[in-house]
């Protein structure tokens, strides 16, 4: 029998895992994300009623066996266009987080490995996108390239990345001088190798946790962004804009407002006990000091 | 220290100058010709040129931007090109209400999240240091417009005890001023005093373990003592931080909430100038929301030494 089999090997990711378990929030976080998005991926193929669907003469009316969570000024269903719209919201966030990630992580890899000028460069490049506030940057972006998911995508986008450039910069300066990279470097290895496969997988604790804790404020930003007109374009649906027609209705209808924004709350909720969880899973020791 | 404040300053002018020169191209980058939306989409070509040459905006665009800077630090950003307005005194207007706003809502959450974030630190297993770290993970989630809407509805519409938009001059009515501005500033208070909660808990903690803490008890001081005298003056340092970059936040951050209330602070003014592609007003409005950002950071630097004077630069 091999040492292995006897001493049953725990694995790092193993490790992680199991300590990721323990906590309940974050479990509770992980099925809060989970039926959030079976509902908005599955949802609006079993609520029988058309998102589209102007009628009226059913305009306003509150939630009823019918209409489970009432209809809109223009009498289509709240629910099946919630669910649409987070579909729609949910998707352009995490495309964003996605293009934040990438970029982000190769501007901080880059400067963190090649230091000096390249480090100054893109560094002072970020700092100065980092120095305008996250949603008068994302406006201004958007009011560039017009309005639309797509565009929302960029703009959200381009927010997030100095975050991910200085957190994933951060984590490649302190493995970058350990033994294994020097040891890679003397026989050889080229630096794009070196980065891909020695520094950016050690590096990358710290840069999940962004990601997770980012999808909740890119959902965030996301709906404060069509709240304004700014993001997605009707007729299709999303969050902030429901919020934002359900305003002006609110006294007479307010479901109009309340489910989208409740829907929102839920998703945001998820993925930051699920980021609090995987920092906490992934470092024990940084548990309590980033936060709850 | 001196030389750390002139490094620091210097960097601070070198970020402005980014930021400003990002505020410029992106003013034009936007589509849409200010000439053809003065002038209506009747204007001849001779008209528009004419117009374009007044503006300057037939020059190069690195030209432009000398004259744009240089004519900013004498204090002139230009006039609206909508309304003819002074953009300085549209900002000097408006600035007022942004502050009142951003400071109401800072009072708001220090109130919630000092005591809250302590309480939750020192009894972390009971049942209330329990129910304010749930509390604080959902204010956190809280989209800040959906609760202004919230509020709007239970306290202005349901049961009529405030205004639900416009903003009173603390020079007309201290009373109303107050009345105005509260359900914004709880809006994006409430959010601010979650995210403080948590690293107030947090700091408060980290410090509950220290050595220090541990002689204070075992000199026999009392609790009250041990958490005011010995916890969170050692635990301020972190606190300020977060709070001064909430400031900066929530002096930023106030777009969407100036907008749900009708509030006429800065935010809702880079919003219309970006909507009706009013470019110095947006130059103007962003320009200094980004200063403002820039100042405080370097202020919550600086305080740190009279905070902490272990910490030397």
Sequence with gaps: ??????????????????????????????????????????????????????????????????????????????????????????????????????????????????????????????????????????????????PGSQNTILAIGIVYTPIFARIARGSVIQVRGLDYVMAARAVGSPSGRIMLRHILPNALAPIIVETSLSLGFAILTEASLSFLGLGTQPPMPSLGRMLSEGRMFIQQAPWTAVFPGLLIMVAVLGFNLVGDGIRDALDPRLRNRAGV | MQAYVVKRLATMVLVVLGISFAVFLVAHLIPGDPARILLGIHADRQQIDEIRRQLGLDRPLLVQYGYWISRALHGDLGRSVLTGEQVTSALAARLPVTCSLALGALLIALVIALPAGIVAAIRPNSWYGALITVASQIGVAIPDFWLGIMLILACSLTL?????????????????????????????????????????????????????????????????????????????ITIVTVVGLQLASLLSGVVVIEVVFALPGLGRLAYDAVTRRDYPMLQGAVLTVALAFAVINLLVDLLYVYIDPRVKY
């Design chain 1, 1 to 146: 029998m091999s040492i292995s089999r006897r001493l049953k090997v725990r694995s790092y990711w193993g490790d992680v895992w199991r300590r990721f378990r323990k906590s309940r929030l974050a479990i509770l976080g992980a099925l809060l994300i989970t039926a959030v998005l079976i509902a908005a991926v599955v949802g609006p193929l079993l609520v029988r009623a058309d998102p589209y669907d102007v009628n009226i003469k059913d305009r306003l009316l509150g939630p009823s066996p019918k209409h489970l969570m009432g209809t809109d000024e223009m009498g289509r269903d709240v629910l099946v266009r919630a669910l649409l719209g987070a579909r729609v919201s949910f998707g352009v966030s995490f495309a964003s987080v996605v293009f934040s990630l990438a970029l982000g992580t190769f501007l901080g890899l880059l400067a963190g490995f090649y230091g000096r000028f390249v480090d100054e460069l893109i560094m002072r490049l970020m700092d100065v996108l980092f120095a305008f506030p996250a949603v008068l940057l994302a406006i201004g972006i958007i009011a560039i390239l017009t």
């Design chain 2, 160 to 236: 009529g005890w405030l205004p639900s938009f416009g903003y009173v001059s603390i020079r007309e009515s201290v009373g109303e001023w107050v009345r105005h501005l509260i359900l914004p500033a709880m809006s994006i208070g409430w959010i601010s005093g979650s995210i403080v909660t948590r690293f107030v808990r947090s700091a408060v903690l980290e410090v509950l373990g220290e050595d220090y803490v541990c002689v204070a008890r075992a000199k026999g001081l009392r609790e009250r003592v041990v958490i005011l005298r010995h916890t969170v003056r050692n635990a301020l």
